[in-house]
């Protein structure tokens, strides 16, 4: 049976799939970083456009694969709101792409800073994160822009693992450096992604409000009403607190599975060779 493309690629450019079938006439504009978009691929030559893909084929779910598809929605707004320390910033700003040797880089940077004399009153990180997918979705792609049917399902799927052990770990390490700068780290991801981290990291959940020094800032699709297309909007879902001590305990700490369990996978390995 023919599959319709569009159950899987959900939006290029910013646009439902089926609105933008022609990226190169729209010069390949990311709408959210305004100027060309940035991803690639090994198999096309010039950027990948797909900001999100349906997972699930009986109830599918759109769900970001590039992080620049959060800057839809007025993030700098929403961090000051949910997870700043203290009283408001007087003179917000904000620094993209802020790199220091030893810590890494953060998307983004809002600072209070003093007018007069042009000192960080105080700051807080920002770092958005999509998922990785295992497999491909570029046969969907090509069969989108050429309005054309798959003779069958591509093979991809979400890999929640690698986007879990890279992640988890690069927010443990800054969150410990902006604990001792009496800071936070802010992380911006899908629901989607905080529950499959919560499935296997059992980390303190508490009040933004409180005295986190890691903050989860929670984000999904909705439709967007009368649109076309059933264009989606990303929207605020809710905002978590945790600290880079829970979540480094949580992630080394597990529940121990049997002794015999891993004792049958020995056996069975020895009895492969």
């Known amino acids: 049976m023919p599959i319709d493309p569009l159950t899987i690629i959900g939006e290029i450019l910013g646009e439902p799939a089926g609105s933008m079938r022609n990226p190169v006439n729209a010069e390949y504009r990311c709408p959210y970083i305004n100027s060309t978009c940035l991803k690639r691929s090994q198999k096309i030559q010039g950027p990948y456009p797909v900001c999100s893909i349906f997972t699930g084929r009986r109830t599918p779910d759109l769900i970001a694969v590039c992080?620049?598809?959060?800057?839809?929605?007025?993030?700098?707004?929403?961090?000051?709101?949910?997870?700043?320390?203290?009283?408001?910033?007087?003179?917000?700003?904000?620094?993209?792409?802020?790199?220091?040797?030893?810590?890494?880089?953060?998307?983004?940077?809002?600072?209070?800073?003093?007018?007069e004399t042009n000192r960080v009153r105080s700051f807080i990180s920002v770092e958005l994160q999509a998922v990785d997918i295992s497999g491909s979705v570029e046969?969907?792609?090509?069969?989108?822009?050429?309005?054309?049917?798959l003779e069958s399902w591509p093979s991809y799927g979400i890999n929640w693992g690698n986007v879990r052990k890279r992640y988890i770990s690069q927010l443990i390490a800054k969150g410990f450096f902006h604990h001792h700068w009496g800071s936070r780290m802010v992380a911006v991801l899908q629901t989607s992604l905080y529950t499959q981290f919560r499935k296997y990291i059992e980390f303190d959940e508490l009040p933004a409000t409180g005295n986190s020094n890691i903050?989860?800032?929670?984000?999904?699709?909705?439709?967007?009403?009368?649109?076309e297309n059933c264009a989606q909007q990303i929207v605020l879902d809710r905002v978590v607190g945790t600290s880079h001590s829970s979540l480094m305990t949580g992630s080394l700490y597990r529940a121990t599975p049997p002794r015999e369990q891993f004792c049958e996978r020995i056996l069975a390995g020895l009895a492969r060779q």
């Open 139 to 149: 046969s969907a792609y090509q069969a989108t822009l050429n309005s054309q049917t």
């Open 215 to 227: 903050i989860f800032m929670l984000y999904k699709f909705e439709p967007i009403e009368g649109s």
């Open 67 to 115: 992080p620049k598809r959060f800057y839809a929605a007025d993030l700098v707004h929403d961090v000051i709101k949910h997870c700043w320390m203290g009283a408001q910033p007087q003179n917000p700003q904000v620094a993209y792409e802020v790199s220091m040797k030893g810590f890494g880089n953060v998307d983004f940077v809002i600072a209070d800073v003093d007018q």
